[in-house]
């Protein structure tokens, strides 16, 4: 069992505007489903208020502070500890051997220490906006996969799909 992240940024490091993405590339959509369907995903409460909806396929796993909070095809839980506890026993059940933070910027500070893989969209270009990805050691990753596909069509950015694994210490 491993913990995934999965981010897009931009080259200077943006992941969001207004608690919304500030691009829209299907292509990337397309890859996010593809990543994580028929895997526990977990994500912070205001990610999953943006989504606006439970991501079909997945068990969504919502962390918040805010004990009254609830919604419909969701399981809620307080901590990222306690979603990594929840989303392991339901991946056992699964027989699926990755857990995936989807967001947001809070939930990837916290949970990129324990992460051993990074799917990491690199959008080609500098945005404006307020959400930023957290610091990154490159140090302690390898890439091991990389695609490259060019604007096109309703993708208005060239991007690339890079994916990290954590470096043995």
Same mark, same amino acid.
């Given at each position: =069992?491993?913990?995934?992240?999965?981010?897009?940024?931009?080259?200077?490091?943006?992941?969001?505007?207004?608690?919304?993405?500030?691009?829209?590339?299907?292509?990337?959509?397309?890859?996010?489903?593809?990543? +994580?369907?028929?895997?526990?995903?977990? =994500?912070?409460?205001?990610?999953?208020?943006?989504?606006?909806?439970?991501? /079909?396929?997945? +068990?969504?796993?919502?962390? +918040?502070?805010? /004990?009254?909070?609830?919604?419909?095809?969701?399981?809620?839980? *307080?901590?990222?500890?306690?979603?990594?506890?929840?989303?392991?026993?339901?991946?056992?059940?699964?027989?699926?051997?990755?857990?995936?933070?989807?967001?947001?910027?809070?939930?990837?500070?916290?949970?990129? /220490?324990?992460?051993?893989?990074?799917?990491? +969209?690199?959008?080609?270009?500098?945005?404006?906006?307020?959400?930023?990805?957290?610091?990154?050691?490159?140090?302690?990753?390898?890439?091991?996969?990389? *695609?490259?596909?060019?604007?096109?069509?309703?993708?208005?950015?060239?991007?690339?799909?890079?994916?990290?694994?954590?470096?043995?210490?």
């Amino acid at each position: =069992m491993h913990l995934a992240i999965i981010v897009a940024a931009a080259e200077n490091g943006l992941i969001g505007r207004n608690n919304a993405l500030p691009w829209h590339l299907p292509g990337d959509l397309q890859y996010f489903k593809r990543v +994580t369907m028929g895997k526990p995903i977990l =994500m912070g409460r205001k990610t999953f208020e943006s989504i606006g909806r439970p991501l /079909p396929g997945r +068990t969504n796993v919502v962390i +918040t502070r805010n /004990p009254d909070f609830s919604a419909e095809g969701i399981r809620v839980v *307080e901590s990222l500890a306690a979603a990594l506890r929840l989303a392991e026993d339901i991946a056992l059940v699964d027989g699926v051997e990755e857990l995936v933070v989807i967001g947001g910027a809070e939930i990837y500070r916290e949970a990129l /220490p324990l992460a051993q893989r990074l799917y990491l +969209t690199e959008v080609h270009a500098s945005i404006e906006g307020d959400a930023w990805l957290p610091e990154i050691d490159w140090a302690d990753w390898r890439e091991v996969q990389r *695609e490259r596909h060019a604007a096109e069509g309703n993708n208005p950015y060239d991007y690339s799909f890079v994916v990290y694994e954590r470096r043995a210490k």
